[in-house]
């Protein structure tokens, strides 16, 4: 029994949710988004919440079941809040700025970093000396693999601490050297 795909998913105001057999579309103040889902998975609209419920007790519809509720939410919470993703960079001369839509990474090369957004994502360098940068969009799933590839680029050493971070990871730290060889 799924305890997280038997619970409903309310829909704010604002929102509306298209069901056509198993293919959704929900659109909201932020955006639209659309996703197909399995055929065993009956989903239902009524009374401002979505219900998810299973054709049968079968063992890959039991796994299912909790995904797609999962993956419902996350597109209703998407189109009326939206997902954030904040990092951190760490080191002497490491920075982010903003051209334009792109963020430039300074982080340690011989040459700077650029990313373009994809679309539905934005980039935002929140900090003045370029150290805190945050990855917003409507899809949680693109925001959290923007996020990575971007600290994917410089990871979190763990003997200065040095690169890019999520905000609130602690990076295990190593002792280093303890002494010279005699």
Do not use: C, W
């Amino acid at each position: 029994m799924s305890r997280v795909g038997n619970l409903p998913i309310p829909v704010p105001k604002g929102v509306s949710v298209k069901i056509n057999k198993n293919a959704i579309s929900v659109k909201g103040p932020k955006g639209e988004l659309s996703r197909d889902f399995p055929p065993e998975m009956d989903i239902k609209e009524e009374d401002g919440q979505i219900a998810v419920t299973r054709n049968s007790d079968h063992r890959t519809h039991r796994a299912k079941h909790g995904l797609v509720r999962a993956l419902l939410n996350n597109m209703v919470v998407g189109v009326s809040d939206g997902f954030k993703k904040e990092l951190q960079i760490e080191g002497v001369g490491y920075r982010a700025a903003m051209e334009g839509k792109d963020l430039v990474l300074n982080v340690g090369y011989s040459h700077p970093v650029t990313f373009v957004p994809p679309e539905g994502i934005a980039f935002e360098v929140t900090d003045r000396n370029g150290r805190q940068l945050v990855v917003n969009g409507i899809d949680k799933e693109v925001v959290g693999e923007i996020a990575a590839r971007i600290r994917k680029t410089r990871p979190p050493e763990p003997y200065k601490g040095k690169g890019i971070r999520y905000a609130g990871e602690e990076v295990r730290r190593k002792a280093g050297k303890a002494g010279k060889a005699k």
